[in-house]
């Protein structure tokens, strides 16, 4: 009985120690254990014909996972409320929903206050389209997309994609967790 006990009371520290030991290894290793994370880039280049990425974190260079055509104001100048484009750097996500029913409706991602190089704080900043509050198309312009008209684009100083563009980036990040987005970062 005693030969048992032994053979028994080795065994399980063999084991223990090798779950141990392997359980130590994984901890070692950050991709292992780290979770996702992700955050958009809006690239600047015209208030018309900018980007926005969707990327992840990764070692190295981060990962896009997905580049859409986006629109930012009428103006470049970042100090003008309603109508210049964002100012640079990175924004919170407050929050955000699909059935958003305020001067801008449907589908919308809520962003930080921030001020730009003057001093002027921005607020009311949001990434949107132009839809009804229940995500569909309506009659009005400001609810309507149209290919044929290339001001829809231009936004009253938030982040504006196409109704196409905006659902795509609400599925993918319904997939992936908006708990994992962790930021907007805007740059020129």
């Known amino acids: 009985m005693r030969k048992h006990l ?6 399980t520290a063999l084991t223990s120690g090798l779950l141990a030991g392997a359980a130590g290894h994984a901890a070692a290793d950050p991709g292992a254990s780290a979770a996702a994370s992700y955050y958009l880039v809006f ?11 969707l990327k992840q ?21 970042t100090c003008a409320v309603g109508k210049g484009w964002l100012p640079n750097g990175d924004y919170k996500i407050e929050f955000h929903r699909k059935n958003f029913d305020g ?17 002027t ?10 839809m009804r509050p229940n995500g569909q198309q309506g009659r009005i312009e400001s609810e309507r997309w149209t290919d044929e008209n290339p001001n829809d684009y231009y936004s009253n100083g938030c982040i504006k994609l196409r109704p196409s563009h905006i659902k795509n980036l609400f599925n993918r990040l319904d997939d992936l967790g908006w708990s994992k987005l962790k930021k907007l970062k805007v740059v020129s």
């Open 6 to 11: 032994t053979t028994l009371t080795v065994a």
């Open 43 to 53: 690239d600047k280049s015209g208030v018309t014909s900018s980007r926005l990425y």
């Open 57 to 77: 974190s990764v070692p190295g260079r981060d990962k896009v996972i997905a580049d859409y055509k986006a629109g930012s104001g009428t103006i470049k100048n």
């Open 103 to 119: 001067i801008i409706n449907g589908y919308v991602i809520k962003l930080s206050d921030k001020s730009c190089h003057a001093g």
């Open 121 to 130: 704080r921005r607020t009311e900043l949001f990434i949107h389209s132009e």
